[in-house]
């Protein structure tokens, strides 16, 4: 049973997220507090959880629905709070401490709830899961992200084809330039690749990178009408917020680790030591177990709630929000994770 409730931590966030809208002053960055403060100061002192399911237990609870409605239920929750954003904003004279605040708030929302979430349904079969997932990516304007990561980033990750794939030595805000850019391109170079194969025509409804570009478009246009331009651009501001927290959790869960070339452009198989793994129990559970990250690449069909823990794959020092915010520090980051990087590699 604890097992299962443990996920109910979760709640946490969009209550935190609750109180920032509907607070003022420095009060307004409660969640950014919660999520980049008081979490990774509490996995200090929280010891690693290496504990795997026993295969009687992942029989069990692979398809239980409960863990399925939990992740569900982000969706409505991520759009009630949009909109409790989008109101809020409308406020008369508001400070520019709470105006930043609420971009904060709505940026980790679109990070750790939006994209996050959507990284998990987006690998789930079902239709109606993998619509979930687009309206999640839809709310921050990162559509193109369903495309790219699960028939780009899962092939090519920790090869040099992959922008998603962090170099050693490369600094976070290098690695969010080329990123951001290379992952948008890499998605229409996929989708038109696609619809070659399948001699459809670059302007038929069957290109999904052009009718991600409508979506979001014709959703950016409704919150113009609806508000006003000021409100717009929060909104836009909000959305770039949560594609940094993706594209540092990329960078961190893959930093200077590379596959082995067989042949020209010929890569190894992925494996667990392929990606940066995390046991901080804080971290899984408030990501929904992502920090587990190693065993999500070695097999992306295993759903959240099952994913284990590999000896021989790297491990992070500390959970995701504590290595996200040494990353901003690139010459710490350096310093710590050169030495973790050459210390792994000597050990095996």
């Not at 406020?91 to 980790?108: A, D, F, K, R």
């Not at 494996?271 to 940066?276: I, K, L, V």
């Not at 995701?320 to 973790?340: A, D, E």
Request: proline content about 4%; hydrophobic content about 45%.
């Amino acid at each position: 049973m604890a097992k299962k409730l443990k996920y109910l931590w979760v709640i946490l966030i969009p209550y935190c997220a609750y109180v920032s809208f509907n607070s003022t002053g420095i009060k307004s960055f409660l969640l950014l507090f919660f999520a980049f403060g008081l979490i990774p100061l509490l996995e200090l002192f929280f010891k690693p959880d290496k504990k795997n399911l026993s295969k009687l237990e992942e029989e069990l609870i692979k398809d239980d629905f409960y863990y399925d409605i939990l992740v569900y239920l982000v969706v409505p929750i991520q759009f009630v709070l949009l909109y409790l954003f989008l109101i809020r904003l409308q406020t008369p004279n508001l400070t520019w401490i709470e105006i930043s605040g609420y971009i904060c708030t709505m940026g980790v929302l679109n990070g750790v709830f939006g994209i996050n979430v959507a990284h998990e349904l987006g690998h789930r079969v079902k239709p109606y899961e993998r619509i979930f997932a687009k309206l999640l990516l839809l709310s921050t304007l990162y559509m193109h992200f369903y495309i790219e990561h699960n028939r780009g980033h899962h092939k090519n990750v920790s090869t040099p084809n992959d922008p998603a794939s962090s170099r050693r030595n490369e600094s976070v805000y290098a690695f969010w330039l080329r990123s951001i850019m290379n992952s948008y391109f890499s998605a229409w170079k996929i989708e038109i690749q696609r619809l070659k194969n399948k001699n459809l025509s670059f302007w038929s409804f069957q290109n999904e990178m052009l009718r991600f570009q409508i979506f979001q478009i014709v959703f950016v246009l409704i919150i113009y009408f609806l508000t006003n331009g000021f409100v717009t651009l929060c909104f836009f501001i909000a959305s770039i917020f949560g594609w940094l927290l993706l594209e540092t959790v990329n960078y961190i869960e893959h930093y200077g680790l590379a596959r082995k070339e067989i042949k020209p452009n010929i890569y190894e198989r992925v494996m667990p030591h392929h990606s940066w793994n995390s046991n901080h129990i804080l971290g899984r559970i408030f990501l929904f177990e992502l920090s587990r990250h190693s065993d999500h690449h070695y097999k992306a069909s295993r759903k959240y709630q099952i994913l284990r823990h590999h000896e021989n794959a790297p491990q992070m020092p500390t959970g995701y929000p504590g290595m996200m915010i040494l990353s901003l520090i690139p010459p710490l980051w350096f310093y710590f994770m050169n030495k973790h990087i050459d210390n792994y590699f000597h050990a095996h």
